[in-house]
C-alpha cells in the first residue's frame, strides 16, 4: 500500500492519471460536516487505504495534507510469536459454525483449527468467463474448504463481515492516533483496490460489501474502487520519475505493470504523457489477467498430493492441510 501518499498527491493534483477507465467513485449525498467547528483545516480529509486480498489484506491511512511517507500509519497486525506486519489473512471464522467461539475470529486468530472461510473475495465475480484457470481442482478444493461458504451467508456476506472486522479495527486506531473527535468529524476518502479483470458486478458487490461494514458510511464520506495495477503505476512511476533517480522515467516511455496477487495476475501496459511539471501517464492498452495467483498454485500443490498419495492426502484434516495450517504456510515461505 506505498501508493497512499501517491494518492493523496492525486487528490491534491499533484499527479493525474489521464484515462481512468476502471476509476470508480460512490458517493453519498446529503449534509456535508463543517470541518471549521471542529478546528481543522478546511477540507481536511483522512484518505484510507484498502488493500482487500485474496489471502492477506491491510489499511494504511494519513491526512489528505500528508507529505512525507512517514506520517503514513499503517495498521498493525500480531502474527504469530508477537511479530509485528503490516497485512493479516484474509480469513474469517464464524461462531456459527464453530461451537466453542464466542465470538467470530478472524486474520490471525482464525487457526486452522475452526472451520473458516478464505479466498472468499474469488468468489464475488460470479459472471467471470471461465479460463484456463478455473478447473475442476477448483470444484475439489471448496468441496475440502477452501473457498468454503457458511450456510447463514453468502459470498458477499462473507465479504462484508470480514471488512466490518477490518473496519473497526481501523477506526479504534485512528480514534488513538489522530483523536476520537478529529475522527468523528473528519470526511473519509477510502480507495479500495480491486483486480483489474474484475467485471463491473465484482466491483459493486466489493463497494457494497465496504460500505455496509462501515466505510464511507457517512454523508461526508466517500468510497472508490482502484484496479491493483493502476495502483502499483502511480507508486512506482512517482518513484521512478523522482529527481535524481538512475534511468528516471521520461515523457513517451511506456511502462509494464505485473501484478502478480494471491488470487488473480493482472498486466497492464501505461504510456508516460508528461513528467514535468507534473507526472502524467494514460493506459496504452486495456489490460488483461487471470484467476491465475498465488491460490492457483496452491490448489495445484493439493491436486498433485493428491493425486500422488491418494487417500493418504485426501484424509488428512483441513485443519492440517487448508490455509493457516504448518503445511501450507511452509509452503508459503518455499513458493
Same mark, same amino acid.
Given at each position: 500500500?506505498?501508493?497512499?501518499?501517491?494518492?493523496?498527491?492525486?487528490?491534491?493534483?499533484?499527479?493525474?492519471?489521464?484515462s481512468?477507465?476502471?476509476?470508480?467513485?460512490?458517493?453519498?449525498?446529503?449534509?456535508?460536516s463543517?470541518?471549521?467547528?471542529?478546528?481543522?483545516?478546511?477540507?481536511?480529509k483522512?484518505?484510507?487505504?484498502?488493500?482487500?486480498?485474496?489471502?492477506?489484506?491491510?489499511?494504511?491511512?494519513?491526512?489528505?495534507?500528508?507529505?512525507?511517507?512517514?506520517?503514513?500509519?499503517?495498521?498493525p497486525?500480531?502474527?504469530?510469536?508477537e511479530?509485528?506486519?503490516?497485512?493479516?489473512?484474509?480469513?474469517?471464522?464464524?461462531?456459527?459454525?464453530?461451537?466453542?467461539?464466542?465470538?467470530?475470529?478472524?486474520?490471525?486468530?482464525?487457526?486452522?483449527?475452526?472451520?473458516s472461510?478464505?479466498?472468499?473475495?474469488?468468489?464475488l465475480?460470479?459472471?467471470a468467463v471461465?479460463?484456463?484457470?478455473?478447473?475442476?481442482?477448483?470444484?475439489?478444493?471448496?468441496?475440502?474448504?477452501m473457498?468454503?461458504?457458511?450456510?447463514?451467508?453468502?459470498?458477499?456476506?462473507?465479504?462484508?463481515?470480514?471488512?466490518r472486522?477490518?473496519?473497526?479495527?481501523?477506526?479504534?486506531?485512528?480514534?488513538?492516533?489522530?483523536?476520537?473527535?478529529? =475522527?468523528?468529524?473528519?470526511?473519509?476518502?477510502?480507495?479500495?483496490?480491486?483486480?483489474?479483470i474484475?467485471?463491473?458486478e465484482?466491483?459493486?458487490?466489493?463497494?457494497?460489501?465496504?460500505r455496509?461494514?462501515?466505510?464511507?458510511?457517512?454523508?461526508?464520506?466517500?468510497?472508490?474502487?482502484?484496479?491493483?495495477?493502476?495502483?502499483?503505476?502511480?507508486?512506482?512511476?512517482?518513484?521512478?520519475a523522482?529527481?535524481?533517480?538512475?534511468?528516471a522515467?521520461?515523457?513517451?516511455?511506456?511502462?509494464m505493470?505485473?501484478d502478480?496477487?494471491?488470487?488473480?495476475?493482472?498486466?497492464?501496459?501505461?504510456?508516460?504523457?508528461?513528467?514535468?511539471?507534473?507526472?502524467?501517464?494514460?493506459?496504452?492498452?486495456?489490460?488483461?489477467?487471470?484467476?491465475c495467483?498465488?491460490?492457483?498454485?496452491?490448489?495445484?500443490?493439493?491436486?498433485?498430493?493428491?493425486?500422488?498419495?491418494?487417500?493418504? =492426502?485426501?484424509?488428512?484434516?483441513?485443519s492440517?492441510?487448508?490455509?493457516?495450517?504448518?503445511?501450507?504456510?511452509?509452503?508459503?515461505?518455499?513458493?
Amino acid at each position: 500500500m506505498s501508493f497512499l501518499l501517491n494518492i493523496i498527491n492525486f487528490r491534491n493534483q499533484d499527479l493525474w492519471y489521464q484515462s481512468q477507465p476502471r476509476i470508480r467513485r460512490m458517493s453519498f449525498s446529503g449534509s456535508r460536516s463543517k470541518p471549521v467547528a471542529t478546528g481543522l483545516p478546511p477540507r481536511y480529509k483522512i484518505i484510507v487505504a484498502i488493500d482487500y486480498g485474496t489471502t492477506y489484506s491491510g489499511i494504511s491511512y494519513g491526512a489528505n495534507n500528508t507529505k512525507n511517507s512517514d506520517d503514513i500509519e499503517y495498521m498493525p497486525w500480531l502474527a504469530p510469536f508477537e511479530v509485528e506486519v503490516r497485512k493479516t489473512p484474509t480469513r474469517i471464522a464464524f461462531k456459527n459454525e464453530n461451537m466453542v467461539l464466542g465470538l467470530n475470529k478472524w486474520g490471525f486468530d482464525a487457526e486452522p483449527k475452526y472451520v473458516s472461510c478464505s479466498w472468499t473475495k474469488l468468489l464475488l465475480d460470479k459472471n467471470a468467463v471461465k479460463g484456463e484457470d478455473d478447473d475442476i481442482t477448483s470444484k475439489t478444493n471448496i468441496d475440502e474448504g477452501m473457498m468454503h461458504l457458511p450456510p447463514h451467508r453468502n459470498a458477499n456476506g462473507v465479504c462484508e463481515d470480514y471488512l466490518r472486522e477490518l473496519y473497526i479495527c481501523f477506526a479504534a486506531d485512528a480514534k488513538k492516533k489522530l483523536g476520537a473527535d478529529v =475522527f468523528k468529524m473528519s470526511p473519509l476518502d477510502c480507495w479500495i483496490t480491486l483486480p483489474a479483470i474484475w467485471s463491473d458486478e465484482a466491483k459493486e458487490a466489493t463497494l457494497n460489501a465496504a460500505r455496509e461494514a462501515g466505510f464511507a458510511k457517512n454523508s461526508f464520506d466517500e468510497i472508490h474502487t482502484i484496479a491493483e495495477p493502476e495502483a502499483a503505476a502511480i507508486s512506482t512511476l512517482k518513484e521512478l520519475a523522482a529527481p535524481g533517480t538512475p534511468n528516471a522515467v521520461q515523457s513517451g516511455d511506456n511502462i509494464m505493470i505485473c501484478d502478480c496477487g494471491g488470487g488473480t495476475v493482472d498486466i497492464t501496459t501505461y504510456t508516460v504523457t508528461s513528467v514535468v511539471p507534473k507526472l502524467e501517464f494514460k493506459e496504452l492498452c486495456i489490460g488483461t489477467g487471470g484467476k491465475c495467483g498465488s491460490t492457483y498454485i496452491d490448489r495445484h500443490l493439493h491436486a498433485m498430493l493428491s493425486e500422488r498419495f491418494g487417500d493418504a =492426502f485426501t484424509a488428512v484434516p483441513y485443519s492440517r492441510k487448508g490455509p493457516g495450517s504448518k503445511l501450507m504456510n511452509t509452503w508459503e515461505c518455499l513458493k
